[in-house]
């Protein structure tokens, strides 16, 4: 059982920055994959980044170039450094943990990011 905690959302005018970190219970160095999810009021939630446990890393289309996810195994963190926000990026982030290719994400409880002038 791997427990995630988030944390860095807040509000933040246009073109600003913000950095989110989610906290892993155990140890994530051995994690198939991590990454996070956002989800806007009346959408459906979609995948902004991952990483996979060899350091790969992928990116939706609106946020490549102004987002940029990373790891420290030694930490059990993950992180996303987001950039050049715009007011579209205004959701509630989530992150993930998959630790083997078959198994089920665990969940953290989600961090709101606000992007408002």
């Known amino acids: 059982q791997v427990q995630l905690v988030e944390s860095g959302g807040g509000l933040v005018q246009p073109g600003g920055s913000l950095s989110l970190s989610c906290a892993a219970s155990?140890?994530?160095?051995?994690?198939?994959?991590m990454g996070w999810y956002r989800q806007a009021p009346g959408k459906q939630r979609e995948l902004v980044a991952s990483?996979?446990?060899?350091?790969?890393?992928d990116y939706a289309d609106s946020v490549k170039g102004r987002f940029t996810i990373s790891k420290d195994n030694a930490k059990n963190t993950l992180y996303l450094q987001m950039n050049s926000l715009k007011p579209e990026d205004t959701a509630v982030y989530y992150c993930y943990a998959q630790m083997y290719w078959f198994s089920s994400y665990y969940w953290g409880q989600g961090t709101q990011v606000t992007v408002s002038s």
């Open positions: 155990g140890s994530i160095s051995g994690a198939h994959a």
């Open positions: 990483i996979t446990r060899s350091g790969s890393t």
